[in-house]
């Protein structure tokens, strides 16, 4: 029986971080696949959407029965601009948002945890690699330990990217996961897979990555991920972040993941 629900990013089909496709669309295909929750970016609901389109949005989640497990205030100054930080949280109420992706500075983040809180409103980072000159600061196991004691706030936790983990070298398995048990908000899915300097995407100390489809070899090993969920008795969502791919149709590539995700929380059951 899978305990865990599993939730889809627009990222899936945003391109260039500008354009996405019909918020109608792509609520339909989560919905059809079996998703039951959605994590919306900013290419989909804005502080700039109009007000007649939040409701209509609104009706649309609820029509086809989904959740809004996640939003981010990418790109807004929340941290600096506390008016502009309710504004965003005004909107994410009605969606019924469960998270806000946000964070940064330990002091202002905690800060934003505390407003967010009267609105029942969680708000955490994912693991997120930086660069060879500034380390991102949750981008290793340990460095997540040492952040989330500077913010130290129980509205604040980890939106937990094995991925990013797996890129910087660092354990992802059940011994980190057990390091931060309390604090795990969220669990996020993305695959790249480390490749040869030819076909590299990107790089990162020295080791070079593509992006991939889960389970392909040399890519994080999600069993031993979902097995350290299993033993901390994560019961949270667990949502599909993957990037849009440039050679496969998004709509199959979110049920590959969906069926995929399923068959691992199933094993052995």
């Not at 196991?141 to 604040?156: A, C, D, G, M, W």
């Amino acid at each position: 029986m899978m305990l865990n629900k599993l939730a889809l990013s627009g990222r899936l089909f945003e391109r260039d971080y500008r354009d996405n496709i019909p918020f109608k669309e792509f609520c339909e295909i989560a919905s059809k696949i079996g998703y039951q929750g959605v994590e919306l970016r900013k290419t989909q609901v804005s502080l700039q959407t109009p007000d007649r389109k939040v409701k209509e949005y609104v009706k649309i989640i609820k029509d086809f029965g989904l959740e809004v497990v996640c939003m981010t205030p990418r790109g807004y100054p929340v941290l600096e601009d506390e008016n502009l930080f309710i504004q965003y949280l005004e909107l994410a109420k009605k969606f019924g948002c469960q998270i806000l992706k946000m964070g940064g500075d330990p002091e202002k983040t905690r800060k934003c945890a505390e407003i967010a809180q009267k609105y029942s409103i969680r708000i955490g980072m994912n693991n997120h690699v930086g660069t060879e000159d500034k380390p991102g600061p949750i981008e290793t196991i340990e460095r997540t330990v040492n952040y989330l004691s500077k913010v130290n706030h129980p509205n604040f936790g980890i939106l937990y990217d094995s991925s990013h983990l797996f890129v910087s070298g660092s354990n992802y398995g059940p011994e980190a996961i057990y390091k931060i048990k309390d604090k795990i908000f969220y669990v996020l899915v993305q695959y790249p897979v480390e490749t040869d300097k030819e076909n590299a995407k990107f790089k990162f100390h020295n080791r070079y990555f593509r992006e991939g489809i889960i389970d392909e070899p040399n890519g994080p090993e999600f069993r031993k991920v979902f097995k350290g969920l299993k033993e901390i008795g994560y019961r949270g969502y667990i949502g599909v972040i993957a990037p849009m791919p440039k050679d496969k149709d998004p709509k199959k590539v979110a049920k590959i993941y969906y069926e995929k995700i399923k068959q691992i929380l199933t094993e052995g059951e």
